[in-house]
Structure formats: structure tokens, C-alpha cells
């Protein structure tokens, strides 16, 4: 099975910078990665599909690139309301697996 | 507007099984494949597996092979997904999700099962 590394697993950022998240393929899975956001207590919310496409309706402050086996998530200035947990999520041949997740906070 | 909407929560003794129920609406329920994703208690987003709404066509994660059964209800455009043999380390949040692509693009809002004796 693929394994997923994201990098950092959390960070302090303030509002209005930028955040970066790396997401690690331990093997070349092409473009076939996701970013989703999880806010506590809440289901999963798709941002990014197939490496770089912004899902319809999310702000065009997230940002996703990348192929084979690294990828770059950013959030090119962060805002409060994006205090929440992200998850990179590959697929190949059928199985999918999620990355450990990285906890996003407002210093 | 999409929604998929998820059956109760649910307290189960090690050993049983539980069904839980997602039921779709808003779009066409056989176009599009519905997965399942549990979240135990702090802890991140695990995969369990896929099935095709149009046949009924599977895949399980591997880990939980053979303890594992989703299938759909095409009448009522419900997917289900029946645990067995539970144990502690089941307990978590589960969630169906709708598979456009491989990308997970409607989420249901999540049933929690607790596994205790």
C-alpha cells in the first residue's frame, strides 16, 4: 500500500501570511491527491482535487501543486476561519489513504 | 442540493455488529460511488472502502477485509455499512462520502459508534 507523510504535523501561523503543508507519495501516484479541511467536530470539506483543481466555491487563496510523489498545499494568506486540520488523500488502484493530517493554529 | 444524511448514534458490546445507514439525495444516487471514512477519538481520517452505486462493485481496505459489508439500496438511494466482530478500537466516527473521481466531494455529518462493554 501507498504511504502518505504531510509535513509539518502542526503550525502557528498569524493572519495574513502564508502557510505551506507538504504532502510525501512513497510512491509516484501521478496527480491523484487531495486536500481536504476538517473543522473540530465536523465532517471533511474537499478543497483541492487531482493535485491543483480548487473545488467550486472555495476561496482562491488555497492553492494546490505538484506531481508523483510530492506535493505543495498553501494558503497564501491565512485567515481565522481557516484554523482547522488538513488532510492530503491519494488514490491509486482502487485503495485510497489519507496522510496523518496537519493541525493549522493563529499565533 | 446534495445531501447525504447518516443514521444515529450508536453503543455497541465487542463482538456485535452495526449497520449504519447514509442516505442520499439531490442527485442521481447510481452516478457516482459512495465511500466510507471512520475518525477514532483524536485521531485522523482512515479509509474503509468503496462501492459503486451502478453495480454494487467493492473494495475494502485491506485491514478490514472480511469484517466488512457495504451495499446500496438503489430504491431508496441509501448506502449501508455493517461492522462486525466490533472491537474497542472500532469506536469512531463514521462517515459516508460521495466519490466523484476518486475525490470525496459531499460528506454525510457523521454517526458515532462507541464500542464498550
Known amino acids: 500500500d501507498i504511504q502518505m507523510t504531510q509535513s509539518p504535523s502542526s503550525l502557528s501561523a498569524s493572519v495574513g501570511d502564508r502557510v505551506t503543508i507538504t504532502c510525501q507519495a512513497s510512491?509516484?501516484?501521478?496527480?491523484?491527491l487531495n486536500w481536504y479541511q476538517q473543522k473540530p467536530g465536523k465532517a471533511p470539506k474537499l478543497l483541492i482535487y487531482?493535485?491543483?483543481n480548487l473545488e467550486t466555491g472555495v476561496p482562491s487563496r488555497f492553492s494546490g501543486s505538484g506531481s508523483g510523489t510530492d506535493f505543495t498545499f498553501t494558503i497564501s494568506s491565512l485567515q481565522p476561519e481557516d484554523i482547522a486540520t488538513y488532510y492530503c488523500?491519494?488514490?491509486?488502484?482502487?485503495?485510497?489513504?489519507f496522510g496523518p493530517g496537519t493541525k493549522v493554529d493563529i499565533k | 442540493q446534495v445531501q447525504l444524511v447518516q443514521s444515529g448514534a450508536e453503543v455497541k458490546k465487542p463482538g456485535a455488529s452495526v449497520k449504519v445507514s447514509c442516505k442520499a439525495s439531490?442527485?442521481?444516487?447510481?452516478?457516482?460511488?459512495i465511500s466510507w471514512v471512520r475518525q477514532a477519538p483524536g485521531q485522523g481520517l482512515e479509509w474503509m472502502g468503496w462501492?459503486?452505486?451502478?453495480?454494487?462493485?467493492?473494495n475494502y481496505a485491506q485491514k478490514l477485509q472480511g469484517r466488512v459489508t457495504m451495499t446500496t439500496d438503489t430504491s431508496t438511494s441509501t448506502a449501508y455499512m455493517e461492522l462486525r466482530s466490533l472491537r474497542s478500537d472500532d469506536t469512531a466516527v463514521y462517515y459516508c462520502?460521495?466519490?466523484?473521481?476518486?475525490?470525496?466531494?459531499?460528506w454525510g455529518q457523521g454517526t458515532l459508534v462507541t464500542v464498550s462493554s
Open positions: 488523500q491519494q488514490y491509486d488502484n482502487l485503495l485510497v489513504t
Open positions: 510512491q509516484d501516484i501521478s496527480n491523484y
Open positions: 462501492i459503486s452505486a451502478y453495480n454494487g462493485n467493492t
Open positions: 439531490g442527485y442521481t444516487f447510481t452516478s457516482y460511488g
Open positions: 487531482d493535485a491543483s
Open positions: 462520502a460521495r466519490v466523484r473521481g476518486w475525490h470525496f466531494d459531499y
